[in-house]
């Protein structure tokens, strides 16, 4: 019985992420040592990663329905702009501390509704009226994008008071805030996915949709409850780069839309719905940004990251798809009697 765990565990897609994680950091480590391994490095990278992170979180939870979010950086965006434009219009920058707070409080609480808005949307296109997710959310983010267009011209929204750089730039504990954020957000994931009926439902649905309606699941609830988590992380992750940015525009990490996907895909979470783990998102994030911030430093062009980036997930798809297929005809395999 332990070896065939060991077996489970050795053939998983998150022993295989933390394999190209290790992978690539002592490779990175190797060709750049001193620069690389440097303190400086180390806390750069770890503000860094949350803002892409932030929606790989957001990406994952809609895949594992079977779905896919393709407006997670327009909602960060749009969400991102009405925080900004309440700031402006509000919270001068020579405001009290106390004052400041308060605004930024309240700001930060409409782009969460804001992008809980969005988020039921999406789940509206596709549950009730049964559009393909990749297309109702290619459609809406589109629709988001010019919003946020609308409200500013196409121009930074800046000017804020100092504490608005606190979320994306400041320690708490000698920790980077947005690395505790991240933190607490993919820790509240892994929970609610893992621990929760809310969790088995959507791996039910997602792993085999007729026998979830069959179940009594409620699927159209259950779908727009998905979009409305993940509307809710996109927009967190829009105060951290507004926050880190110190400005907000509807055009900020149009990049972080195929990074998401990346990393939601090489953690381990089936495209198709119905397998995923957090703890391989996370090891994916880190492989991510040990590589981007490594290629950075070789002073690799942007194309051939791109690429590397392409080249990493077709590999690691065509490895999970056949582990994927191998398991669903061990599934439907006949049971033999002894």
Known sequence: ??????????????????????????????????????????????????????????????????????????????????????????????????????????????????????????????????????????????????FAVALTGGSAVMGFPEVVAWLGNERLLGIPVPLIIFIVLAFGLHILLSRTSFGLKITMYGANPLAAFFAAIDINRMLIKVYVVSGMLSAIAGLVIMSRANSAKADYGSSYLLLAILIAVLGGVNPYGGYGKIIGVVLAVLSMQFLSSGLNMLQVSNFARELIWGSLLIIVMIINSTNWIKQKKNAIKPIKSS
């Open 1 to 146: 019985m332990k070896n065939h765990n060991n077996s489970n565990i050795l053939e998983s897609p998150e022993f295989r992420m933390a394999i190209i994680a290790i992978s690539v950091f002592v490779l990175m480590s190797l060709l750049s040592p001193e620069r690389f391994l440097s303190s400086q490095n180390i806390i750069s990278m770890a503000f860094q990663f949350p803002e892409f992170a932030i929606l790989a979180l957001a990406m994952t939870i809609v895949m594992l329905t079977g779905g896919i979010d393709l407006s997670v950086v327009g909602i960060s965006n749009f969400t991102a702009v009405v925080a900004a434009i309440i700031l402006t219009q509000f919270a001068s920058p020579d405001m009290s501390l106390q004052a400041s707070i308060l605004w930024y409080g309240g700001a930060i609480f409409a782009a969460l509704i804001l992008g809980a808005v969005c988020g039921y949307t999406n789940g509206i296109l596709v549950a009730y009226l049964g559009l393909p997710p990749i297309l109702a959310t290619l459609g809406s983010g589109l629709v988001f994008t010019g």
